[in-house]
């Protein structure tokens, strides 16, 4: 059964609760292409300790983008699919007659427990709990599709100014040495990097 | 009389060719007809990727009309699909509503499903 969250309304309304200093980013692939293995990777900020909890349990993790096409273009003859005479899935010339997505919108996305393409999901959670004006970093490492995934995620993070420097630094050695797990900056003793 | 403005959002599984689709926007504008809505019209069509239930979303449609309105949508859309067995539901939409309909709805149920979605946006108010 799908589990549709209206991320950015949970996010509002969690924001108010209790735990406003706890925020989650989470990190995953969206959108697979069949023909060249490219993909888009998204980041969800979600502020809902729920949320968080099942993402972390691995209860929900898929990601469902939701896409608006305005236009498919025959693969034959490069023209509109609904003015063309081509049908799709026919041969013509030894060639057949695909569908190309055209005028192409992102309008939203959703969590849910199976996505279709089971390569679209959460591969990383950063977590940044205050406390007392301190800060701590928790990065979850989930399976990961391709080994380069998570660093580029950190990374990724480290540019956007959700965590700094010395944080992807220390997150970046934990997963050299460990493909999945829960790396903490400060760590559990108290100790940086 | 105002008028009512549809937007169709079709499932990406099979684009449709212009006269398949303008073969479906007819038939849904006649089906409107026969429950006295002569004044809703189909003003625009895209397709839609929701990739977790494809199975479920055959068919959208985004609705900007009075909650009056919407029981009499809903039969009509209800009418559409009885005869329409290939598509398995429509999802009708509204600012604040959002319905799930099918062809085996009667009158009463539709009646029920807009009076309680219509209690849940109070709640949420």
């Known amino acids: 059964m799908r589990i549709l969250y209206n991320l950015l309304n949970k996010l509002e309304k969690s924001l108010k609760k209790k735990n406003s200093s706890l925020i989650a980013f989470a990190f995953g692939s969206v959108i697979y292409t069949s023909d060249t293995g490219g993909y888009i990777t998204a980041e969800l900020k979600i502020g809902d300790l729920n949320v968080i909890n099942k993402i972390i349990s691995g209860e929900i993790r898929g990601l469902s983008p939701e896409i608006k096409i305005s236009k498919w273009e025959c693969s034959i003859c490069n023209k509109n699919f609904e003015e063309c005479p081509h049908e799709e899935g026919k041969l013509y010339n030894n060639k057949i007659c695909k569908t190309i997505a055209k005028g192409i919108e992102f309008t939203g996305l959703s969590l849910v427990d199976h996505p279709e393409d089971p390569r679209c999901r959460i591969t990383d959670l950063l977590l940044i709990k205050e406390k007392a004006g301190k800060r701590k970093y928790e990065w979850y490492g989930f399976k990961v599709n391709n080994e380069n995934d998570r660093f580029r995620n950190i990374q990724h993070a480290l540019e956007n100014g959700l965590i700094p420097q010395d944080v992807a630094f220390s997150f970046s050695k934990f997963f050299s040495i460990k493909l999945e797990g829960k790396a903490s900056y400060p760590d559990s003793h108290g100790k940086i990097g | ?125």
């Open chain 2, 1 to 125: 009389m105002t008028e009512t403005e549809l937007t169709l959002y079709l499932p990406c599984g099979k684009p449709l060719k212009k006269n398949e689709k303008a073969m479906l926007i007819s038939e849904i504008t006649s089906e409107f007809k026969s429950v006295n809505l002569s004044d809703v019209t189909v003003k625009d069509s895209f397709y839609e990727v929701k990739r977790a239930m494809p199975e479920v979303i055959e068919l959208v449609l985004a609705v900007l009309a009075a909650t009056a309105n919407i029981v009499t949508i809903a039969m009509g859309i209800r009418n559409f699909l009885k005869k329409r067995e290939d598509i398995k539901e429509i999802r009708l939409k509204t600012k604040s509503l959002q319905l799930v309909i099918n062809g085996k709805m009667s009158d009463e149920d539709i009646i029920q499903l807009v009076e309680q979605a219509g209690k849940i946006v109070e709640k949420e108010k």
